[in-house]
């Protein structure tokens, strides 16, 4: 059922006028992954690649992405349900306007309200301005937020930020990343996830 009625919005959606970003798409970028998973991720806006296939998170970031899922034992195709807060791409991959967001904004509702995720990441300050005000990604990934119907937020950095940071240090970008992801997994098993942390 939830998965007809998201093939039903995708499907509507490629016909999508409500933004100028319809004029410049290749493909909708709908989503990826499992409609029947716990964990939810949230990423900003669909890249080249992205918008030449169809499919969040396939480009270089992408790539990184998904090694940060084998190394936390999190499985694309099964664990998690991938999407964007727009489903077309910014031109030049510039960060995506409040206007376009709002537009995109009951569609990515819609997406959330369907799939009942336990956990909803945010990857990245897109997504996390989106949802919670008030917080850089710096302070706020790796924190529960409480949101609604006993959903959680979990930010976490963007896989392009740790392409330009390398370092596998102890507290390096990359570092955080594996830990916030293995947390992650660990919490999607669990009956209740209890926040700590206010939005
Ligand atoms: N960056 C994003 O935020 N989303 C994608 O789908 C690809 C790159």
Redesign the pocket.
């Known amino acids: 059922m939830s998965k007809e009625a998201l093939n039903e919005l995708k499907e509507k959606l490629k016909g999508c006028k409500g933004c100028p970003l319809c004029s410049t798409r290749t493909n909708l970028?709908f989503s990826d992954g499992n409609p029947e998973a716990n964990i939810m991720l949230i990423?900003?806006?669909?890249?080249a690649?992205?918008d030449r296939l169809g499919?969040?998170?396939?480009?270089r970031?992408?790539k990184l992405l998904d090694e940060f899922f084998k190394k936390a034992g999190i499985d694309r195709q099964k664990d998690i349900y991938?999407?964007?807060?727009l489903k077309c791409r910014p031109p030049n991959?510039r960060k995506p306007e409040p206007d376009e967001k709002k537009a995109c904004a009951p569609y990515l509702k819609f997406q959330i309200d369907t799939i009942k995720p336990k956990i909803i990441i945010l990857?990245?300050a897109?997504?996390l301005e989106s949802f919670i005000k008030g917080h850089t990604i710096t302070k706020a990934r790796g924190k529960i937020f409480k949101g609604s119907k006993g959903t959680v937020f979990i930010p976490i950095f963007?896989?392009?930020y740790l392409l330009r940071n390398h370092s596998l240090e102890e507290g390096s970008p990359r570092d955080l990343m594996l830990k916030d992801l293995k947390m992650i997994k660990q919490l999607s098993a669990q009956d209740v996830i209890l926040h700590n942390s206010e939005a």
């Open positions: 970028v990423g900003e806006a669909p890249g690649d992205e499919v969040p998170f396939v480009g970031a992408g991938i999407c964007n807060t991959n990857c990245g897109t997504a963007h896989p392009s």
